[in-house]
C-alpha cells in the first residue's frame, strides 16, 4: 500500500522523444532532476546524448546541451529504472479514424520490467477515452507482483497512474510547457495528488485534478470546440465564394457585433492535434459525435476545394494568354508549414494541396517554404523550392497558404497579370497597388 508522505523524484524516465517528449525531458532536466530519455530511434538518441536536437523548436537546442553536458539529461533506448515515468509517444489514427494505441502499449510493456512499488505513470499522449485505464489492463498483466489501480479502489495500489494531455503551442512549447494550467486525471484521486507533485517541480500554471477520463476528454473537447469554429469559418469562405462575397469582410463585419467572434478561414486544418483529435471522440461514439464529425469532414474537404479554385484560376490566365498552354503555366504556392512562422508539417493542409497541384499541373511549380531547406520527399522532383523574390516575378498563378511573416513585403507588390488564390485573406488587409 502506498503512503501519502511527498517523497521528491530523484529520477524521471521519459518515453518519447518527440515534439512533446523532447522539451518536457529538457525542462525537467533544468529543474536538476536526472532524466532518463527513451526512443526506439536510434538517431534521436545518438542526437540528444551529443547535445544536439533532432526537431525545430526555438531555444530547445540550447536547453538540451545545458542539461547533456551537465549530466542532466541521458538519451538511451531501453527503459531504466526511475521514480515517475512520463509516455508521451504518437496516438495516430488509422484509417478508420480509431486511434493506433500500439504505441502507447508497447511503451508500457518496455517499462514494466523496471517498475518498482510507489513509481508514477503519466500518460500525456493524446488518447480516446479509457486509454489509461488500458494502461493499467496492460501492466497487470505483466507485473502479476504488483497491484495496480483502478476506478473501484483508492488505497491498495502499488503504483500511481494518471493522465495529464499536453496543450501548448509550437514555436512556444518551452514558455508554455511552464506557463500553463494542466489538467491532471488519476485513475484515483492520490494518483493525481502524486501527479501534481511531479508537475508543480516545473509548472508555473494552475493544475487542476479530475478523474482520468474527464481529463481524457477534456483534451479532445479543446481540440473539438476548435475544430468546429474553424469549420464555420471554411464553409462560410465557400458559400461566400458562390454567392461572389468577400468573406474577409464580411467576418470583419459580423465580428462588430459584441457577441460574434467567427474565426479566420484557411485551406484546412493541420498540425498533430485539431486534425486528428477530434475523430477521437467520432470512432467511439459515431452516432452520437454528428455536429464533431461534420465539422471534420467539412475542414478535411477544404484542401479539394482550394485545388479546384487553382484549376480555375489556370482557366482564367490561359484565357487571357492564349499564347500559352497549359504546360507553360507556372504556379507558386506560399507555404507548406501547417501554420504561420513554423517549421512544422504534420496533417497540413498546405503540403497536401501543393502535393495534389505537383501530381497534375503539367506546368512548372515553385514552392517558397523560408523554414525549410529541402522539400518533403513526395515534392522533389516534381517542384521545385524558390525564394520569394525569384518566384513571384516567374509566377502566373499564386496560391496564398500560409501567413509566414517574412510574405507580408511582397503581397502589395504581386504583379498585374498573375492570378491569385488567396486562402488566407492577406489581400484584403494588404491589396494589391499593380490590381
Same mark, same amino acid.
Given at each position: 500500500?502506498?503512503?501519502?508522505?511527498?517523497?521528491?523524484?530523484?529520477?524521471v524516465?521519459?518515453?518519447?522523444?518527440?515534439?512533446?517528449?523532447?522539451?518536457?525531458?529538457?525542462?525537467?532536466?533544468?529543474?536538476?532532476?536526472?532524466?532518463?530519455?527513451?526512443?526506439?530511434?536510434?538517431?534521436?538518441?545518438?542526437?540528444?546524448?551529443?547535445?544536439?536536437?533532432?526537431?525545430?523548436?526555438?531555444?530547445?537546442?540550447?536547453?538540451?546541451?545545458?542539461?547533456?553536458?551537465?549530466?542532466?539529461?541521458?538519451?538511451?533506448?531501453?527503459?531504466?529504472?526511475?521514480?515517475?515515468?512520463?509516455?508521451?509517444?504518437p496516438?495516430?489514427?488509422?484509417?478508420?479514424?480509431?486511434?493506433?494505441?500500439?504505441?502507447?502499449?508497447?511503451?508500457?510493456?518496455?517499462?514494466?520490467?523496471?517498475?518498482?512499488?510507489?513509481?508514477?505513470?503519466?500518460?500525456?499522449?493524446?488518447?480516446?477515452?479509457?486509454?489509461?485505464?488500458?494502461?493499467?489492463?496492460?501492466?497487470?498483466?505483466?507485473?502479476?507482483?504488483?497491484?495496480?489501480?483502478?476506478?473501484?479502489?483508492?488505497?491498495?495500489?502499488d503504483?500511481?497512474?494518471?493522465?495529464?494531455?499536453?496543450?501548448?503551442?509550437?514555436?512556444?512549447?518551452?514558455?508554455?510547457?511552464?506557463?500553463?494550467?494542466?489538467?491532471?486525471?488519476?485513475?484515483?484521486?492520490?494518483c493525481?495528488?502524486?501527479?501534481?507533485?511531479?508537475?508543480?517541480?516545473?509548472?508555473?500554471?494552475?493544475?487542476?485534478i479530475?478523474?482520468?477520463?474527464?481529463a481524457?476528454?477534456?483534451? #479532445?473537447? &479543446? !481540440?473539438?470546440?476548435?475544430? *468546429? @469554429?474553424?469549420?464555420?469559418?471554411?464553409? /462560410?469562405?465557400?458559400?461566400?465564394?458562390?454567392?461572389?462575397?468577400?468573406?474577409?469582410?464580411?467576418?470583419?463585419?459580423?465580428?462588430r457585433?459584441?457577441?460574434?467572434?467567427?474565426?479566420q478561414?484557411?485551406?484546412?486544418?493541420?498540425?498533430?492535434?485539431?486534425?486528428?483529435?477530434?475523430?477521437?471522440?467520432?470512432?467511439?461514439?459515431?452516432?452520437?459525435?454528428?455536429?464533431?464529425?461534420?465539422?471534420?469532414?467539412?475542414?478535411?474537404?477544404?484542401?479539394?476545394?482550394?485545388?479546384?479554385?487553382?484549376?480555375?484560376?489556370?482557366?482564367?490566365? #490561359?484565357? &487571357? !494568354?492564349?499564347?500559352?498552354? *497549359? @504546360?507553360?503555366?507556372?504556379?507558386?504556392? /506560399?507555404?507548406?508549414?501547417?501554420k504561420?512562422?513554423?517549421?512544422?508539417?504534420?496533417?497540413?493542409?498546405?503540403?497536401?494541396?501543393?502535393?495534389?497541384?505537383?501530381?497534375?499541373?503539367?506546368?512548372?511549380?515553385?514552392?517558397?517554404?523560408?523554414?525549410?531547406?529541402?522539400?518533403?520527399?513526395?515534392?522533389?522532383?516534381?517542384?521545385?523550392?524558390?525564394?520569394?523574390?525569384?518566384?513571384?516575378?516567374?509566377?502566373?498563378?499564386?496560391?496564398?497558404?500560409?501567413?509566414?511573416?517574412?510574405?507580408?513585403?511582397?503581397?502589395?507588390?504581386?504583379?498585374?497579370?498573375?492570378?491569385?488564390?488567396?486562402?488566407?485573406?492577406?489581400?484584403?488587409?494588404?491589396?494589391?497597388?499593380?490590381?
Amino acid at each position: 500500500m502506498l503512503n501519502d508522505d511527498p517523497v521528491p523524484f530523484l529520477k524521471v524516465s521519459v518515453v518519447g522523444l518527440g515534439y512533446i517528449g523532447l522539451p518536457t525531458a529538457a525542462v525537467l532536466a533544468s529543474r536538476k532532476i536526472q532524466v532518463s530519455g527513451v526512443d526506439v530511434n536510434e538517431n534521436v538518441v545518438e542526437t540528444i546524448n551529443s547535445g544536439n536536437i533532432h526537431i525545430v523548436e526555438p531555444e530547445l537546442d540550447i536547453v538540451v546541451h545545458a542539461v547533456v553536458t551537465e549530466g542532466l539529461l541521458q538519451a538511451t533506448m531501453v527503459p531504466q529504472a526511475a521514480d515517475a515515468f512520463l509516455i508521451a509517444v504518437p496516438t495516430p489514427f488509422q484509417e478508420n479514424h480509431h486511434a493506433d494505441l500500439s504505441y502507447v502499449k508497447s511503451a508500457c510493456l518496455a517499462i514494466a520490467p523496471v517498475l518498482k512499488k510507489g513509481d508514477l505513470i503519466i500518460l500525456e499522449s493524446t488518447s480516446p477515452v479509457g486509454t489509461t485505464e488500458k494502461i493499467t489492463e496492460w501492466l497487470s498483466h505483466e507485473r502479476q507482483d504488483l497491484v495496480f489501480p483502478n476506478l473501484q479502489q483508492n488505497n491498495t495500489a502499488d503504483i500511481y497512474i494518471a493522465y495529464c494531455p499536453e496543450r501548448v503551442l509550437p514555436g512556444h512549447i518551452l514558455r508554455e510547457l511552464v506557463s500553463n494550467d494542466r489538467i491532471i486525471g488519476g485513475m484515483t484521486p492520490r494518483c493525481a495528488h502524486r501527479a501534481v507533485q511531479l508537475y508543480k517541480t516545473f509548472v508555473d500554471g494552475e493544475c487542476f485534478i479530475t478523474d482520468a477520463r474527464t481529463a481524457e476528454i477534456c483534451k #479532445l473537447t &479543446e !481540440n473539438s470546440f476548435r475544430d *468546429v @469554429n474553424i469549420a464555420f469559418a471554411n464553409e /462560410l469562405s465557400i458559400i461566400c465564394d458562390k454567392l461572389n462575397i468577400n468573406v474577409w469582410e464580411l467576418i470583419t463585419l459580423a465580428n462588430r457585433h459584441p457577441r460574434v467572434n467567427i474565426l479566420q478561414p484557411g485551406p484546412g486544418v493541420g498540425g498533430h492535434c485539431i486534425a486528428v483529435d477530434p475523430w477521437f471522440i467520432v470512432s467511439q461514439l459515431p452516432e452520437e459525435a454528428r455536429l464533431i464529425r461534420t465539422a471534420r469532414e467539412v475542414n478535411d474537404s477544404k484542401p479539394a476545394w482550394v485545388v479546384e479554385k487553382v484549376k480555375q484560376a489556370v482557366v482564367d490566365f #490561359l484565357r &487571357e !494568354n492564349p499564347t500559352k498552354t *497549359v @504546360n507553360e503555366v507556372t504556379i507558386t504556392c /506560399l507555404g507548406l508549414t501547417f501554420k504561420e512562422n513554423i517549421v512544422d508539417t504534420r496533417e497540413s493542409p498546405a503540403l497536401k494541396i501543393a502535393e495534389e497541384i505537383a501530381q497534375n499541373h503539367g506546368g512548372p511549380l515553385f514552392i517558397v517554404e523560408p523554414y525549410l531547406t529541402y522539400l518533403p520527399p513526395s515534392l522533389q522532383g516534381i517542384a521545385e523550392l524558390k525564394l520569394i523574390g525569384d518566384a513571384i516575378v516567374e509566377t502566373d498563378v499564386l496560391l496564398i497558404l500560409v501567413e509566414h511573416n517574412v510574405f507580408y513585403s511582397i503581397f502589395s507588390n504581386i504583379p498585374k497579370h498573375c492570378k491569385v488564390v488567396d486562402t488566407r485573406g492577406v489581400l484584403f488587409d494588404h491589396p494589391r497597388e499593380n490590381a
